[in-house]
């Protein structure tokens, strides 16, 4: 059965730190997502890994792909406050999705 | 990307009775996928709907509690039927992009039962 894990679970930050949100995923896959969630709202897509090694950055966010550890990382820099959010990760198999326990970020002035 | 949108966005229902939400996408698409959200927590698929066949329920899920239709490729409803305390959660649907899987959600539909 493919699990998904995300770490850790709550962040509280200060403004203009660096921090990394891990998942972990049990099993080979070779597609990884990361999306944001923002309270009482709908999910958004932030990036879409699709091979070992793949790295995509979006401003102060920035995803990697390590499918040999499987592992992914979301890496944020210099964090502001609109990063206040809950980020989940998703592996999938085929089409179907499995989605970690989410990220639930908080970043403070 | 597509646009989805669903109905109602949120609703306070009674204990045993049931509850049909809609999906609609603005483009034709071969596959949608029900979740269900409980607060606090991330989400789970229910099941998927492909149009033209019945859709395929995840393990914990069937059809008697979630039906769901999918009459066309840009539409799609699941109830909840009998519906619990529960079953309050958000219920989101979510169609596929066809070259990388990933997956557009809807608004979802905030459902509260007492």
């Known amino acids: 059965e493919l699990k998904v894990e995300q770490n850790p679970l709550f962040l509280s930050m200060q403004e203009g730190k660096n921090y990394t949100i891990y998942c972990n995923y049990s099993?080979?896959?070779?597609?990884l997502y990361w999306y944001r969630q923002d309270p009482g709202k709908s999910l958004e897509s932030l990036f879409v890994l699709l091979s070992n090694g793949a790295v995509k950055q979006e401003g102060r966010l920035m995803a990697s792909l390590d499918t040999k550890a499987r592992l992914s990382t979301l890496h944020i820099t210099a964090a502001v406050h609109d990063l206040s959010a809950t980020y989940f990760c998703a592996v999938s198999r085929t089409y179907k999705y499995i989605f970690g326990t989410g990220t639930r970020l908080k970043v403070l002035a | 990307s597509a646009v989805i949108s669903q109905k109602p966005s949120r609703d306070i229902c009674q204990r045993g009775t049931s509850l049909t939400i809609q999906c609609q996408v603005d483009s034709q698409v071969t596959m949608m996928f029900w979740y269900r959200q409980q607060p606090g927590q991330s989400l789970t698929l229910i099941a998927t709907?492909?149009?033209?066949?019945?859709?395929?329920?995840e393990s914990g899920f069937v059809i008697d509690k979630f039906p769901i239709s999918r009459p066309n490729l840009t539409f799609s409803t699941l109830t909840v039927s009998n519906m619990s305390p529960e079953d309050s959660s958000i219920y989101l649907c979510?169609?596929?992009?066809?070259?990388?899987?990933?997956?557009?959600f809807g608004p979802g539909t905030r459902l509260t039962v007492t």
């Open positions: 709907a492909n149009q033209g066949s019945e859709a395929t329920y």
């Open positions: 979510s169609v596929s992009g066809q070259e990388t899987y990933e997956q557009y």
């Open positions: 099993t080979t896959s070779d597609r």
